[in-house]
């Protein structure tokens, strides 16, 4: 992952990428991505369609996922607030008369809120363009939850980041913990092992 956060920075839409790294479940992050305005802490809550072209906006409420927007959308804003509206006013010069400017910070090169399907098509081309596999974004949330818990995480954050009542959940699906992860169980028994 970190490769590919190194192969986006200075990307025009590095702000959203980087936030589609962060966990949030889709609704989450297309509530983040398509509603974020200028000078708001947290994404406006406004109707809008996925890749599928079905209408989101209410069905998964609002308030169960605002708080990790929120938060999310902060980390973000923190390390892309240079870019955005550097890259927004570049796209409004090439645009011309044809740029909407309908008030998002995330928007398209026409100034269109930026939907889901733009933002997977970018992170492929990025990844295609420095000889990365292809992995898709959705798959972020499990690398991201993963990190969190194998990095000390309590398991009630863990659970609330990731949009869960129950931390059960949470690790049932998307914690999945490779070698790497391993290797602080093993150097704890290597020191026990050491004793003997």
Request: with cysteine.
């Amino acid at each position: 992952m970190g490769v590919f956060v190194a192969a986006m920075k200075g990307d025009r839409l590095y702000a959203p990428l980087l936030l589609s790294l962060m966990g949030l479940r889709p609704a989450s992050l297309r509530a983040a991505v398509a509603g974020y305005r200028p000078g708001r802490g947290h994404a406006q809550h406004r109707q809008h369609a996925d890749h599928d072209g079905q209408p989101h906006g209410g069905g998964e409420g609002h308030e169960e996922h605002g708080g990790r927007t929120r938060a999310a959308a902060s980390g973000v804003r923190a390390r892309g607030s240079e870019d955005v509206p550097r890259h927004a006013g570049s796209g409004r010069l090439a645009a011309g008369e044809g740029y909407e400017g309908a008030g998002y910070v995330l928007v398209d090169e026409l100034g269109a809120a930026l939907n889901g399907r733009q933002l997977r098509v970018r992170a492929y081309k990025i990844m295609d363009e420095n000889g990365l596999r292809r992995v898709r974004l959705y798959d972020a949330r499990a690398s991201c939850l993963t990190y969190l818990a194998t990095n000390g995480v309590p398991d009630h954050l863990l659970a609330m980041w990731a949009g869960h009542a129950n931390v059960k959940t949470t690790k049932k699906w998307h914690v999945k913990p490779d070698v790497a992860d391993l290797l602080p169980a093993a150097e704890a028994w290597g020191g026990l092992a050491g004793g003997v």
